[in-house]
């Protein structure tokens, strides 16, 4: 379940920045100005949106400033994090691409970036092969990208689960390594 709201008031904030806890994560992106979008979200079973109305209390041990942040979370838009694997590529003359075809958690933020993605893939192999093979070659090209992309949130669930002292300590020696490794692939053409 995730909530995501955008709070004003924070000039000190431009970077991504993501805190974490036992199956929980809030990230922060400065949006320009004193505005900030925040998105939290929280791993389990009974994240029924109109059940879990308190669910800024579950942020509230977190460090400054995700307590004042919170404050301004009264009307976050509340989602379930949901996947579509394995992905559904084509049915007949129709074709998916984007989350319509292969959704996975925000984590990565590649929603927009992977439908543009499919859609260019796409128009090339249809403007240069038969129908039939285009949409076969769609999917071949595609499904290794999208399989790799729908992963690694799963890898970094697993940071969530750790002891909070390992779950620190691994951060603060290797959270830019983490970073980089985490967009590398997607650096290559799609």
């Known amino acids: 379940m995730c909530r995501r709201f955008v709070a004003e008031g924070f000039p000190g904030i431009r970077d991504w920045t993501l805190y974490t806890g036992s199956g929980r994560a809030f990230l922060t992106v400065g949006i320009g100005g004193d505005r900030v979008y925040c998105y939290a979200d929280l791993m389990g079973d009974s994240l029924d949106p109109s059940l879990n109305d308190n669910w800024r209390a579950e942020f509230r041990d977190f460090a400054d400033p995700i307590p004042a942040l919170l404050d301004q979370g009264g009307d976050a838009l509340p989602g379930l994090i949901e996947e579509v694997a394995p992905p559904v590529?084509?049915?007949g003359r129709v074709v998916l691409i984007g989350d319509a075809a292969h959704a996975s958690s925000p984590n990565l933020a590649q929603g927009a970036a992977m439908a543009v993605e499919d859609a260019l893939v796409l128009a090339d192999l249809i403007s240069t092969r038969?129908?039939?093979?285009?949409?076969?070659?769609?999917?071949?090209?595609?499904?290794?990208?999208v399989s790799w992309v729908q992963d690694q949130p799963h890898h970094r669930d697993k940071l969530r689960k750790?002891?909070?002292?390992?779950?620190?300590?691994?951060?603060?020696?290797?959270?830019?390594?983490?970073?980089?490794?985490a967009y590398r692939p997607l650096r290559e053409r799609p």
């Open 89 to 91: 590529w084509s049915e």
């Open 130 to 145: 038969p129908i039939g093979e285009a949409l076969t070659a769609y999917r071949e090209r595609r499904s290794p990208r």
């Open 162 to 181: 750790l002891h909070p002292a390992v779950r620190k300590l691994s951060l603060r020696l290797a959270s830019s390594k983490f970073f980089v490794a």
